[in-house]
């Protein structure tokens, strides 16, 4: 487990994965991701007593995304062991709501987590980006195929190949936000609405929630097909120099 990853369960049902390691911008690193995957794993047990996750960051940020220097560190081992993409596989697999409060920066694996998201409510300062392509990777967390269909080819090209950044109006806009809350009240408001589906009659919600996600297979199939990608570009010299130069500017 790891201090940087606080789990509690809230009254109403929900539990809240919050992400709390301010001094890197909440990089995830693998003991993270594999405390979050456990947490979601928990709550589908029968008994859990869990009808609802939220997601959530400390200090104005969700998370920088991954964390470069721990990704290096394991770029011995296949990227179908990393933490990173069993808790991604988790995402998709999990019976229980998820909401995201989404506050500052959500980079990389913060952006593509809140597509598995059933409700995502954003801070003004919320901003996304997904820079994969800039760090010599692909898209992950069956992204390639979500968001197509989420917000259209040509906007979800842009932002998967280009990899700028929007903010939390352009969230809203685009459909991958349900709507723009003030910071101080956004995660009350996301408890809130995840007592709100925890409240709601178990079975009844599970089956309209599998019928709303639609075909899971062709999630798993984009992840698969993401994964073996990744493994290649992580190794590649483009992907190496591009993690060297981040690593750099962090020392200076």
């Given amino acids: ?35 979050m995957r456990e947490a979601l794993e928990g709550a589908d047990r029968d008994g859990s007593g869990v009808g609802a996750v939220v997601f959530a960051g400390t200090d104005g ?12 560190a394991r770029a011995d081992t296949s990227f179908g062991e990393a933490p990173s993409l069993r808790f991604i596989r988790q995402l998709a697999v999990t019976r229980t709501p998820m909401v995201a409060a989404v506050d500052g920066l959500a980079v990389g694996v913060g952006t593509t987590l809140t597509l598995h998201c059933d409700l995502v409510y954003v801070a003004p300062a919320a901003t996304f980006r997904m820079p994969f392509v800039d760090l010599g990777l692909v898209p992950e967390a069956a992204s390639s195929y979500l968001l197509p269909r989420r917000v259209g080819l040509p906007k979800a090209t842009e932002l998967l190949l280009l990899g700028e950044a929007f903010g939390a109006d352009e969230a809203v806009r685009l459909g991958l936000a349900n709507a723009v809350v003030p910071a101080d009240g956004l995660l009350e408001h996301a408890l809130a609405q995840g007592a709100k589906l925890a409240a709601k009659p178990r079975q009844a919600l599970a089956a309209a929630r599998r019928l709303i996600r639609g075909d899971h297979e062709a999630v798993r199939a984009a992840m ?24 750099s500017r962090g020392a200076r």
């Fill in 61 to 72: 940020v969700f998370t920088a995304g991954n964390d470069i220097a721990d990704f290096v």
């Fill in 1 to 35: 487990m790891t201090d940087h990853v606080r789990i509690t369960d809230e009254p109403g049902g929900v539990r809240l994965i919050q992400l709390v390691r301010p001094e890197k911008k909440n990089a995830l690193t693998g003991a993270m991701y594999d405390a």
């Fill in 224 to 247: 698969d097909a993401e994964a073996a990608a990744f493994d290649a570009a992580l190794r590649s010299p483009e992907a190496q120099a591009a993690f060297q130069r981040f690593l």
